[in-house]
């Protein structure tokens, strides 16, 4: 099956610094990548997700780039914010349907004030 | 309120006593699916459906059961439970796998002595 990793497994920046978290993902027939985060003691949320056939999605302060020929994938957070901490996993979907879905181990993100 | 409604939130159980852990979506979606997470894995597809009396076989499907009957509801059902099966559990529902945003429910905890 579908290999997802995820690093680091944590990351600590300080408020208004940037913060990248990467993912490789194992198999080529791959082709929806979702980003979720959750905060401690809640359920995961989609923050971001990106298609195959698109190299890059923003939505504001976070943006997604996805490089299909390396099979990797990125999150990219901009003016970090603390309540930005969380954990974050990315996720890699296949199958006829895409509703197979493998994730990441996640990364813990702390943003210090 | 649109929302995925899992019971009961938190459960203590012994090896061996059959339990169902409910799970429920107000939303008329399609696709449903129950996920594990635990430390340093992230998050793992047990089961996952497509519509009712379709379902399918996620990552780590040994030791549990599944059944969609009607479109809004989507049972975990561990048959035998072991203390390797002591996790943190989701449910999630959309209308299509990727089409969409996946929504998650509370998460239910389960410990297996």
């Known amino acids: 099956g579908e290999n997802v990793e995820q690093h680091p497994s944590t990351l600590s920046v300080q408020e208004g610094d940037s913060a990248v978290i990467k993912c490789t993902y194992s198999d080529s027939a791959s082709n929806y990548f979702p980003w979720y985060k959750q905060e401690l003691g809640k359920r995961p949320q989609l923050i971001i997700d990106?298609?195959?056939?698109?190299g890059e999605k923003k939505d504001q302060r976070i943006a997604v780039t996805l490089n299909k020929t390396a099979k990797h994938f990125s999150l990219h957070i901009t003016e970090t914010q603390p309540e930005d901490s969380a954990v974050y996993f990315c996720a890699a979907s296949i199958g006829n349907n895409f509703n197979k879905f493998y994730f990441g181990s996640g990364t813990k993100l702390n943003v210090k004030p | 309120e649109a929302q995925v409604t899992q019971n009961p939130r938190y459960l203590i159980t012994v090896t061996g006593k059959k339990l169902t852990v409910t799970c429920s979506q107000n939303?008329?979606?399609?696709?449903m699916s129950w996920y594990r997470q635990d430390p340093g894995l992230g998050l793992r597809q047990i089961y996952y459906?497509?519509?009712?009396?379709?379902?399918d076989k996620g990552d780590v499907p040994e030791g549990y059961k599944v059944s969609r009957k009607e479109k809004r509801n989507f049972p975990l059902i561990l048959e035998s439970p072991s203390p390797n099966q002591t996790s943190l559990y989701f449910c999630a529902s959309s209308f299509a796998p990727f089409e969409e945003t996946q929504y998650f429910g509370p998460g239910t905890r389960l410990l297996v002595l």
């Open positions: 990106i298609r195959s056939n698109v």
């Open positions: 459906s497509m519509n009712v009396e379709v379902t």
């Open positions: 939303m008329n979606h399609e696709y």
